[in-house]
Every structure is written in structure tokens, then in C-alpha cells.
């Protein structure tokens, strides 16, 4: 660092430090704006063990890039890579946190290059945003990739990644794995499910005896009714208040008004069978995107 740089580092420094005014975060940042792209790169690595310098800096480098474009960082960028290594040390930490915020801003081959650094981490939750950044470079290689990191960790990011890029017979393969895995969430199992059944809903059927009132919202969600008859009888399998309420629901986005009718009249009788008020499991009364 030249002369300079250190002298206006350690005046940043001693802001921080201070905080005489109210106005003393917009005197910092017009600071940094007065140094170039490769100044900018400079302070960062010199000041990574100052925790509010470095979050100070984070934010408006990630800002100049979005701002301004990435070309005249590209230089920082090679410097972070170069200096990840040890991957163990507490500075990877630090340059990862920002690697991650400003990647995106870069060509794809840079991406790429991150996401299987990423991967190959000892981190989990490295791994974990390999696969968010996995969705801006996708490919037959990297889905690949990535259905063998969720078979070997089920990682909830990785799956969430997978259900939105990856091909809907790779989902029917891995359906059974994601919809028995006991540590994944209720919506990312409905998400997987309803990604398929929007180009193929007879995939439903296998969830039609083990989880009727799933199947049921599935038919409510994709238009494909059942008869009154047989949605009746799917409805009184309801296990709880919560999936009764649910079954009431799809009654009426298929405009079944007897069957509501003649639920109505039941549900003081079945009320003693049915489980509180829980959790929608497997599924709440929402309107989803598989995105």
C-alpha cells in the first residue's frame, strides 16, 4: 500500500471508529468513491481483519460494480481467486463473502470457476451457495453435479436449485427419495410435486392413497377435477382440522356445492376423529410457483 493509501485508510479507519455525526456512513462512502477500481481492490485486502471496514467496503464496491460494470474490476476479482488459498483460513471467510455478493456482475466463465471452488469446499455452506450459483450457468454437466451432491448430503439449497433447472424425469427418478426425506421442508416437497404434475399429472396417482388430500389440492391446482363422488370420499380421509379445512377448499375451487354442503353436515360427527389445528402438512393453502 502506498503512502498515500494508508494515510487515507487509517483516516477512514479512525471514522469508523468515531462516528462524530450522524452523516458519518455518506462521508465514508463519498470517500471511497474517490478511489479508482484498483485502489478500491487494494483497501479491501489490506483492511479484511477491520470487520466494519470491510462490511463498509463490500457494499460499495458491490454498488460501483452494479453501477459501473465489472470490467475495471476484473483485475480484483483474479486477486480474490489467487488469494483464497489456504482455503481454510479465516481470510478465505472474509473474500468469499464478498466473491459471493459481486460474482454474478461477471462473464459466466468466472462463475463457473467459483461455483466449483464452492463446491469442492469443506464448507457446507459453501456447497450450499455452489448451488444457487449453479442456476446462472446451467447445464446436462452441472445438473449431473448436483443430483450426486444431494444424493450424498440432501442439502435443502441444492434440491430447491434442482426442482427449478433440472429436468422433470430427473425429478419422477428422485421423487420418492425427496418426498420421504424426513429433514426436508413441506414446501420443497410440494414444490417438487407440482413441477411434475404440471406436464404430467397422472404422476399424482402415486400420492392418491398415502396423501389424499394432496393428491386433492393437486387436482384443484392444475384443473383436473375428480367427481363430486370421489371427491367426497377423498375428503372424509382427512386426518386433521388443517387438511379438513383444505379439502373444504378444493370443494370449492372445483364448484362442488352439494359436496361442501354435505361435508358441512358431517364435520360436527368427524370433528372428534380429527386431529387440532397442526402445521398444513404437506402442504398450506397457498398459491406456489415452483420457482
Known sequence: MTDILEQRSEYIQSLLDEKTHDLTDQVIF??????????????????????????????????????????????F????????????????????????????????SY??????ILLRSHRRNDRDRACVLATQIWSSEIETMLWHEWTREQSE???????????VDELKAHFHLIWNAKHLSDQIKRR?????????????????????????????????YPSPDVAYKLSLKATSLSEMGIAIWCLGKFGY?????????????LAQYLRPNESMS??????????
Open 257 to 269: 356445492w352439494e359436496t361442501i354442503v354435505r361435508i358441512n353436515d358431517e364435520i360436527p360427527a
Open 30 to 75: 463519498a470517500l471511497f468513491s474517490c478511489f479508482t477500481p484498483e485502489q478500491l481492490g487494494q483497501l479491501y485486502i489490506d483492511n479484511l481483519e477491520s470487520t466494519s471496514f470491510r462490511r463498509k467496503l463490500q457494499q460499495h464496491i458491490e454498488l460501483s460494480i452494479k453501477e459501473n460494470g465489472s470490467e475495471k474490476f476484473v483485475e
Open 157 to 167: 439449497q441444492c434440491i430447491a436449485s434442482l426442482i427449478e433447472y433440472s429436468s
Open 192 to 224: 417438487s410435486l407440482f413441477r411434475i404434475i404440471e406436464s404430467d399429472f397422472s404422476f399424482a396417482e402415486q400420492i392418491r392413497r398415502t396423501h389424499p388430500i394432496t393428491y386433492l389440492y393437486c387436482a384443484a391446482r392444475t384443473g383436473r
Open 282 to 291: 404437506p402442504f398450506n393453502i397457498k398459491e406456489e410457483s415452483t420457482s
Open 77 to 108: 476479482l483474479e486477486r480474490l481467486f489467487n488469494l483464497l488459498a489456504p482455503y481454510k483460513s479465516q481470510r478465505s471467510i472474509w473474500i468469499n463473502a464478498l466473491l459471493y455478493r459481486i460474482i454474478g456482475y461477471f462473464h459466466p
Open 111 to 116: 462463475i463457473e470457476k467459483y461455483f466449483f
